[in-house]
C-alpha cells in the first residue's frame, strides 16, 4: 500500500475548554502517522494562515489536507483547497462542528482519525459568493446567511464564544432580537424578486445551534435550497425558529419562501455571513462553483 501524503492543520485557539475537554493534537499526530499516513503537523497563528497552507498544499500535491478544528478553520481551509486535487479530512475541534455531524463524522477525535485514516471519500459540491463591490470570492460548504444572523454572528464575543460554546450565539441572538430593527434587502432567485429580512441559501440540511432551515439541501447535490424571511416581527422570528428547533423551518407559512436554485443574488445594506462567518455587507451574488471537492467520510 503506498503512504498517503498529508498535511495536518491545527487551529490551537479552537473550542471550548480545548486543552481539558481534547486529546493533544500531537496524539492525533502520531495515531495517523501509524496508520500508513505521512502527516506533516502545521498550526495556524493568525488569520488567513489554513488557507495559505491548504493551498501550498494542494500545489504540492499532498493527497489529504486534514482540518483539526470547528467550521471556521475548515471553511478558511477550504478557500485554498478549492481547484486542487487534495481531499478535506476533518477532525472536529471547534465550537461548531457542524459540517461533521452532517457529514456523519464521529465527533471524538480519536475516531475520526480512524475514519480519515481508512480514506473512504464523497464528493461535495461547494457554495460560492462573490462580493460585487471588490469581486472577493468565498467559498462555503453549509450555507449562507443574508441578514439577522449575519448580524448576530458578527455581534458575539470570541471571548464568549470560547466560554460557552454555542451558547454564546444564542445569547448574543436573543439580546439582539430585543431591539432590532430590521433592515430589509432585495433578493433574486429563479427571475423572482422578494423583499427579505432573512435568508439562508443552504447547501446542507443543517444551519448550527441544532437548528435546521434548510431541511432539503444537500452536500452532493449542485444546488442549493434557499429559505427566505419576509416578515418585521420578532414575535414571528420566535415563533420559526421554536420550530427550526424541534422540526425544521417550517414551508406554507405567511411570509416564509423556500426555493432550490443554483444562484441568488442580493442588494442592499445586510450583513452576510458564511459557515458561521462574517464576510462582509450586500450586494452578494451567490453560486455553485464549478470546482468540487472529495470529503473524507466513515
Not at 495515531?31 to 488567513?48: F, H, I, W
Not at 463591490?133 to 448580524?151: E, N, V
Not at 448574543?172 to 430590521?182: E, R
Request: with cysteine.
Amino acid at each position: 500500500m503506498n503512504t498517503r501524503k498529508a498535511i495536518l492543520i491545527s487551529n490551537p485557539k479552537t473550542g471550548r475548554y480545548a486543552s481539558r475537554r481534547l486529546p493533544a493534537i500531537e496524539d492525533i499526530y502520531s495515531q495517523l502517522n501509524s496508520a500508513d499516513l505521512e502527516v506533516e503537523l502545521v498550526s495556524t497563528t493568525g488569520p488567513g494562515d489554513a488557507t495559505r497552507i491548504a493551498a501550498d498544499a494542494g500545489r504540492k500535491g499532498v493527497s489529504d489536507v486534514i482540518v483539526a478544528g470547528g467550521d471556521g478553520t475548515i471553511n478558511e481551509a477550504l478557500q485554498g483547497l478549492v481547484g486542487t486535487s487534495a481531499r478535506l479530512g476533518i477532525l472536529p475541534r471547534g465550537t461548531a462542528n457542524v459540517l461533521a455531524g452532517e457529514l456523519g463524522l464521529p465527533l471524538d477525535c480519536r475516531r475520526a482519525a480512524g475514519v480519515i485514516a481508512r480514506g473512504k471519500t464523497r464528493r461535495v459540491h461547494v457554495g460560492c459568493a462573490l462580493d460585487e463591490t471588490d469581486s472577493a470570492k468565498r467559498y462555503f460548504l453549509l450555507m449562507a446567511g443574508i441578514g439577522l444572523d449575519a448580524t448576530v454572528v458578527g455581534r458575539v464575543h470570541p471571548g464568549l464564544k470560547k466560554r460557552f460554546g454555542k451558547g454564546a450565539f444564542w445569547f448574543s441572538g436573543l439580546s439582539y432580537l430585543a431591539d432590532w430593527k430590521p433592515k430589509p434587502f432585495e433578493i433574486e432567485v429563479e427571475g423572482q424578486t422578494f423583499t427579505a429580512t432573512f435568508a439562508t441559501i443552504g447547501k446542507a440540511a443543517s444551519y448550527g445551534g441544532d437548528l435546521t432551515v434548510t431541511p432539503r439541501a444537500q452536500l452532493d447535490q449542485p444546488d442549493f435550497e434557499i429559505c427566505i424571511i419576509e416578515t418585521h416581527s420578532r414575535l414571528r422570528y420566535l415563533y420559526l425558529l421554536s420550530h427550526a428547533m424541534r422540526s425544521g423551518m417550517p414551508g406554507g407559512r405567511r411570509g416564509v419562501h423556500f426555493l432550490r436554485a443554483t444562484r441568488a443574488r442580493a442588494t442592499g445594506e445586510a450583513a452576510v455571513q458564511v459557515d458561521g462567518e462574517l464576510i462582509g455587507n450586500l450586494p452578494m451574488t451567490f453560486e455553485i462553483a464549478p470546482e468540487s471537492i472529495e470529503v473524507i467520510v466513515p
